[in-house]
């Protein structure tokens, strides 16, 4: 799964220069990007053109009573998201990109004492784009009260070798060939399944990072920063 995520290191300028979102989204340096957070997105307007939105993360279906369910719909399986009653229709016809510079994914740490498991957070990212995007879906969620929650979830795949140590899963971080193509509406559906493949071992980029990510209250520099001495000589 993908339960953390950040866009901490690209200015705002450099996240304008490489997606579509616009002057009037604020973009905010994000350290720890957690469940329920705003998070910033790519998706199209009625004429089909790309546009910078802000959404909530944990996907909550048109359908659904109350916004909590959005909190069990983080991500989605892409095997099974075509199927998913509260994907496929997002899966047609709102599909997003979710803009991010990497993802924490934790290792438990051998030797640690029974009943007190630790485990290592680590910070995984593309070695080649600075910043890039998770494969996503979005929805209108509209309220008893006339309001309205734009939400969305986080597509996830088999995990690669490089990430595969710490968890079996992670998420699509799209190639920017197939960017515009999982965006737009129009794309043959038979062509989105080779769209989310997992991004290649080495191309994958992964180290350990400090405790301070394991707050997801916190979402300061400490969480990219070196493990402190007492954590790094217990990793391995």
């Known amino acids: 799964m993908c339960g953390r995520y950040s866009l901490a290191t690209p200015t705002p300028a450099d996240v ?129 009260d006339g309001g309205t929650l734009r939400s969305c979830t986080i597509l996830t795949v088999a995990a690669n070798a490089a990430v595969a140590a710490l968890h079996d899963r992670m998420p699509v971080m799209l190639a920017p060939g197939a960017e515009s193509a999982w965006l737009d509406p129009s794309t043959p559906r038979a062509q989105l399944p080779g769209l989310l493949a997992p991004l290649a071992p080495e191309r994958t980029a992964l180290r350990a990072v400090s405790a301070a990510v394991n707050d997801a209250r916190y979402d300061g520099p400490e969480c990219l920063a070196e493990p402190a001495p007492t954590e790094q000589s217990t990793l391995f």
């Not at 199209?44 to 909530?56: F, H, S, T, Y």
């Not at 993802?103 to 593309?126: D, L, M, N, T």
């Not at 080649?128 to 309220?143: K, M, N, Q, R, T």
């Open 16 to 144: 304008r220069a490489r997606f579509p979102v616009g002057e009037s989204i604020e973009i905010r340096r994000r350290y720890n990007v957690a469940p329920a957070d705003d998070v910033l997105a790519v998706t199209v307007d009625r004429d089909g053109a790309p546009r910078g939105e802000v959404l909530r993360w944990g996907l909550v279906p048109s359908w659904a009573e109350r916004p909590e369910m959005g909190l069990k719909m983080i991500n989605a399986r892409a095997e099974t998201v075509a199927e998913r009653p509260a994907f496929r229709r997002a899966y047609e016809r709102y599909r997003c990109l979710i803009i991010a510079d990497g993802f924490y994914e934790w290792q438990p740490v051998p030797g640690a004492a029974a009943g007190r498991a630790r485990k290592q957070p680590f910070h995984i990212s593309c070695a080649e784009e600075p910043v890039f995007a998770f494969a996503g879906l979005w929805s209108i969620w509209h309220a008893p």
